[in-house]
């Protein structure tokens, strides 16, 4: 088992920015891919970013490349997500997850946080 908890979310005005942080405790965070997905109201599930387990790989939505970046420190156990020139359509809960293998299918993730929210206003 693997227990995830997000922080950092919050309010914040559009061009601003805001870094989620995820804690993870119980099996090994190095032995994890760790991904972000966010869900706004009435819509889907949708994947941000994700990281492989070693930190060398790294995958981006299109909507967020270029002002997102996903990072991991495996000494703190802790997945990051630096949000730069935020938008009022990145208003959404924003989840961390964590699977065996690097991939931005959500159903490929076994561990899940509970989830933080990101308000942008225009």
């Known amino acids: 088992q693997v227990q995830l908890v997000e922080s950092g979310g919050g309010l914040v005005q559009a061009g601003g920015s805001l870094r989620l942080s995820c804690a993870a405790s119980?099996?090994?965070?190095?032995?994890?891919?760790m991904g972000w997905f966010r869900q706004a109201p009435g819509k889907e599930r949708e994947f941000v970013a994700a990281?492989?387990?070693?930190?060398?790989?790294?995958y981006y939505a299109d909507s967020v490349k270029g002002r997102f970046t996903i990072s991991r420190d495996n000494t703190k156990n802790t997945l990051y997500l630096q949000m730069n020139s935020l938008k009022p359509e990145d208003t959404a809960v924003y989840y961390c997850?964590?699977?065996?293998?690097?991939?931005?299918?959500?159903?490929?993730?076994?561990?899940w946080g509970q989830g933080t929210q990101v308000t942008v206003s225009s």
């Open positions: 990281i492989s387990r070693g930190g060398v790989t790294a």
């Open positions: 997850a964590a699977g065996r293998s690097i991939s931005i299918d959500g159903k490929r993730y076994d561990y």
């Open positions: 119980g099996r090994t965070f190095g032995n994890y891919a």
